[in-house]
T-cell receptor, first 114, second 109 residues
Framework: DADVTQTPRNRITKTGKRIMLECSQT?????MYWYRQDPGLGLRLIYY???????NKGEISDGYSVSRQAQAKFSLSLESAIPNQTALYFC?????????????FGEGSRLTVL | GQNIDQPTEMTATEGAIVQINCTYQ??????LFWYQQHAGEAPTFLSY??LDGLEEKGRFSSFLSRSKGYSYLLLKELQMKDSASYLC??????????WGAGTKLIIKP
């Protein structure tokens, strides 16, 4: 089983619908992240969480919200999806200190908003 | 601002050596990471440099010059499975990774 699991892996939805992407991890890491990836662009950070009570906005948080339900679970919500949120979304985890930049990614969730 | 510059695409021959360059400008610096990403898959960690010099790990090596804001990833004895995108990601003063768009490496027989 994967250490970082994302669900769903693929989703097609319509403009205005609420969507939730879920992420769970078995690595025991405190830090969790949500990124989106678009063709020709680097990974862009949406939100990150250093522990259950610490949630921070990334560079492109508008239109998104997150919930850290437990150390192992971090979900991303699109309250009212729009077509330019069509992208590949990755959840990632990392340990503290020196290893903080070594991210472990889930397999990705491909979202299409029509 | 923060900026990462790496070539969009490179082509190399199986068995050869290729060097992928990355220049960066960040607000503070806490090391530089290289990741490999096969098409349709998640990125995976390759290497980490925090001090100047070369770090070698099997067929892959990574070099860093902090004063020049420059790094490269060197891949030796190229194999077809090395066809992937290679992402350069320096870490800024807030310990956040700043991601380049990646270099797509195509390996030809």
């Amino acid at each position: 089983d994967a250490d970082v699991t994302q669900t769903p892996r693929n989703r097609i939805t319509k403009t205005g619908k609420r969507i939730m992407l879920e992420c769970s991890q078995t690595k025991g890491h405190d830090r969790m992240y949500w990124y989106r990836q678009d063709p020709g662009l680097g990974l862009r950070l949406i939100y990150y969480s250093f522990d259950v009570k610490d949630i921070n906005k990334g560079e492109i948080s508008d239109g998104y919200s997150v919930s850290r339900q437990a150390q192992a679970k971090f979900s991303l919500s699109l309250e009212s999806a729009i077509p330019n949120q069509t992208a590949l979304y990755f959840c990632a985890t990392s340990a503290r200190h020196r290893e903080v930049g070594e991210l472990f990614f889930g397999e990705g969730s491909r979202l299409t908003v029509l | 601002g923060q900026n990462i510059d790496q070539p969009t695409e490179m082509t190399a021959t199986e068995g050869a050596i290729v060097q992928i360059n990355c220049t960066y400008q960040t607000s503070g610096f806490n090391g530089l990471f290289w990741y490999q990403q096969h098409a349709g898959e998640a990125p995976t960690f390759l290497s980490y440099n925090v001090l100047d010099g070369l770090e070698e790990k099997g067929r892959f090596s990574s070099f860093l010059s902090r004063s020049k804001g420059y790094s490269y990833l060197l891949l030796k004895e190229l194999q077809m499975k090395d066809s992937a995108s290679y992402l350069c990601a320096p870490m800024d003063s807030n310990y956040q990774l700043i991601w380049g768009a990646g270099t797509k490496l195509i390996i030809k027989p």
